[in-house]
């Protein structure tokens, strides 16, 4: 398997594992949810209910304390159609269904419907509880179903009370339907709905048609007994729904109700409304809630495979800046290597040169020392002879002109040995006048041998310049046996120096009078293997010259003097002041 499948493997591991987190973190989320917004929910349609019911019973009251309807009652009858015009003003004021009054028989004497078809008056309710505990002095809010029109209300009673006694019922009643369509003031919508169930667990009120006068729990014998005793729901036999419930604190619960057969899972919660003891329920439909899940699902798995693929680019660009990196230093170490490489290169070129200039110097330098030698001889068979005729003063003075000589050769091998042996270049204040002599004196077989004319300069001791004293001493050396070698054929055959002082910096000029410097040459001559001679020349003086006097911070040039001659010019620099 390559690593791009493996990584493709890993990813869509990653993914099933994200998104599993992802649905049941989703599903949690909408599941608090919807329970927090059906505890809302719940006390909003407590408190709907609550405030609307406490309007509807201190009518009753008002009706009952009115002196109009306490005279009706009193005298038996007179003043009848003033009560119902009354009563009429009542129930178009409030809203209510009907307002009627009832004696203590239980029948209505006057009623806010008289003049319709099924007007109350003349009709009994002396069974109803609202008759009966009215009738003992008590306020009355009680649920059930009207006789006539059959229709789902709530009905609100008071005594009516002259000199201390009950002498009439007071009854309102508000149809079931206004609580039902007032969805607006409910909250109610497509995913939410309520129910109203009384103590013996009949939902009396419901946003769902067949919920209504249907039981969540089965009813016992006694409570069935009640209520046909009561015919609070007249022939009508409350039926127990297909329902289920899983408390999950003390307000709220998941449950599963039956809607168009169709089981349905809700989160729900309730509170009570104390007036008619009830209890409000709202719920919640999470019957989507996995459903729900896809959108959040695919908008994850976008989101995702974007995160990858800008992962995966960071990932590539990375790799591509640690490759980078990688060369680069491997680079590096390659440049460090050759550069190391070229500086022993460098070296064996320098030591190439000075063995070169040594070449062309052992002629020279051979003669140097031969001629000491033979005179040396001379003068010890000369000294041999003198002692044997006795004569020791003159062989002394002959025995010291021998070690004077010998000191001689002794001076010129140690500085050949000096020049040619290689060194590191260690930049050091060093004396510029005593370099030169030391170069003079290593170069002066060759400028004998050329019948060179030496003017030596005026240099002080004190005018220092920072140079590796020996590499110093070779680039004279190469330019001095250069211009010698130049000026052979010349008539006049002059070596000359010249030298001026900056404030940091030191001028030191090498001048001859031989032909000078092809102006075509002026350019090349400081290239390696570039030569002006016809033999004996590599062409690398010039040019491992011209690096010995770069590697000191300083200047290496050349041009034709205007009286003819080359002029070769050291630019160095310097830390002392002349003195």
Known sequence: MSSLSKKLVAAGAILILLLVLVFYIGRQHDYTKASQLSRVQAVQLSHYFSSELERFQTIPALVSANDLVKTFVTNQGVGEQAVNYYLEDIQRASGASDVYLMDLSGSVVASSNWQVD????GSNF?????????KKGEKVAYFALGMRSSERGIYFSEPVIADGKVIAVVTLKVNAKKFEQDRQLLNASDSTHFHISLEDSVIVMSDVQSWRLNSLKALSEKQMETLVSSRRYLSH??????????????????????????????????ETIDIINAKASVLVDISGLEVAQIPRLLWFSVFYMIVVV??????????????LLFSRHSLEQEVIERTHALEKAQKALVQAAKLATIGQLSAGINHEINQPLSAMNTYLVSAKRLLMKGNIEQASENLVLVQSLIERVHKIVAQLKHFSKPAQTQLREQSLSRMLKNALMIASAQLKQDDIDVKTADISEHITVWVDSVKFEQVLVNVITNASQAMAECEKRELSFELELFDDRVKFSILDTGPGIDQHALGSIFEPFYS????????????ISRQIIDSFNGRLSAHNRPEGGAQFIITLQSNKETS
């Open 118 to 121: 099924y007007t109350f008056l």
């Open 237 to 270: 036999t409350p039926s127990l729904l297909t329902y289920t419930s899983k408390p999950l604190s003390d307000n709220t619960a998941e449950q599963t109700i039956e809607i168009n057969n169709k089981r349905v899972r809700f989160i729900s919660a309730f």
């Open 310 to 323: 800008l992962i995966h680019m960071s990932m590539v660009r990375f790799a591509g800046y640690k490759k």
């Open 126 to 134: 002396a069974f109803r509880p609202y008759f009966y505990l009215a």
């Open 532 to 543: 002006t001679k016809t033999s004996n020349g590599l062409g690398l003086g010039l040019s």
